[in-house]
């Protein structure tokens, strides 16, 4: 079969590979029918990912049709389509029975897909604990609309949850690319009075207004987003701020945007560390969550789909197939074209 693999430090190749075999009872191996590239792909390929193993299928974004399952596997069934969670956990450890599960204590536990075992950008994928990384796509969902569930929607879900948004809040959102725009569709769900996005790109700000997730856009390179927060709040600032940028100054922003006593999500990953300065920001009694997401709402959000309340197909603007993956990932690293996502059909 085709798959992208990670080679070394700087570069994927698209390569053949053998058809994954079941390992365990409890696996399961999935055709891909539809995948996606993920900024987590481009830190695995930069080497910012020290986990990641050279010679891995990349790829942990992904939905397809249940092809062969182990004897231990109850949930799905041969045939099954089925979106496939970014997380392998056994369910069953201190962490998972407490749904921590991106911490599972298993060799598998956590991200493994497409970074220490292979992943799906590929024909077929192997997945471990099927019956907890896999969940059937409710009839009349397509694969487009179920693409993201198990990695940015989740992420999104999990970092709406995590913020306590209730109703009538302010959020302000740091970061308008897919796992921002996935942050604010969840925030919406919790009826903040206002979601405030804001990005260097106006095409993506432009996307988060036509989605109707962003009732407010800010670009930082000519309004500041602290002063945007502050604006709506008699001052105050955010109630519930968003990290999902990552960049330079981002960190830092947040937390001067959130309002004394609110609280502070980090989703973005970094490449370099940042410094909680504890004398500036003394009295301002803020809550810092962050960490990796657990991806355990996967069913829930299939469901919220379902019912129309979460759309996230807006975010597909390119497609190719798995044997042009090097034209579209050189796309999605460029950021040309007004590039979002990138859906791959193998």
């Known amino acids: 079969m085709k798959a992208v693999?990670?080679?070394?430090?700087?570069?994927?190749?698209?390569?053949?590979?053998?058809?994954?075999?079941?390992?365990?009872?409890t696996d399961a191996?999935?055709?891909?029918?539809?995948?996606?590239?993920?900024?987590?792909?481009?830190?695995i390929k930069h080497g910012s990912v020290p986990r990641a193993k050279p010679g891995v299928i990349v790829g942990h974004e992904m939905v397809?049709?249940?092809?062969?399952t182990g004897d231990g596997v109850r949930k799905v069934r041969v045939g099954d389509r089925v979106a496939v969670n970014v997380e392998t956990f056994c369910g069953e450890c201190y962490f998972c029975r407490r749904g921590f599960?991106?911490?599972?204590t298993h060799e598998y536990g956590g991200w493994a897909l497409g970074?220490?075992?292979d992943g799906g950008q590929a024909e077929y994928v192997r997945v471990p604990f099927a019956d907890h990384g896999l969940d059937v796509i409710p009839a009349g969902v397509t694969d487009e609309q179920a693409l993201f569930t198990g990695d940015i929607l989740a992420t999104g879900y999990w970092g709406a949850g995590i913020g306590g948004i209730k109703e009538g809040d302010t959020v302000l959102v740091l970061g308008a690319g897919p796992t921002g725009l996935c942050t604010m569709a969840c925030a919406r769900l919790c009826r903040p009075a206002r979601i405030i996005a804001a990005d260097l790109s106006e095409g993506r700000l432009s996307l988060a207004r036509r989605m109707g997730i962003a009732d407010v856009t800010v670009n930082p390179a000519r309004e500041d987003p602290v002063a945007a927060a502050r604006s709506f709040t008699q001052g105050r600032g955010a109630d519930v701020v968003f990290e999902v940028a990552g960049g330079a100054g981002t960190f830092e922003a947040a937390w001067k945007a959130a309002?004394?006593?609110g609280t502070v999500c980090v989703i973005a990953m970094y490449e370099t560390p940042q410094v909680l300065p504890l004398p500036d920001m003394y009295g301002k009694n803020l809550t810092f969550k962050t960490g990796g997401v657990d991806a355990n709402s996967c069913g829930k959000i299939l469901e919220l789909i379902r019912?129309?309340?979460?759309?996230?197909?807006?975010l597909v603007t390119h497609r190719f197939s798995l044997d042009r993956a090097m034209e579209a990932y050189a796309l999605f690293e460029s950021q040309a074209d007004g590039v979002v996502k990138v859906a791959l059909e193998p």
């Open 101 to 104: 599960v991106n911490n599972c």
């Open 115 to 117: 970074c220490r075992i």
């Open 64 to 68: 397809g049709v249940v092809e062969q």
């Open 259 to 261: 309002r004394p006593n």
């Open 307 to 314: 019912q129309g309340k979460l759309d996230t197909t807006p």
């Open 29 to 43: 191996v999935v055709r891909v029918t539809l995948a996606s590239i993920c900024s987590s792909d481009l830190h």
């Open 5 to 25: 693999v990670f080679e070394e430090k700087g570069r994927f190749a698209l390569k053949e590979r053998p058809v994954p075999a079941l390992h365990a009872p």
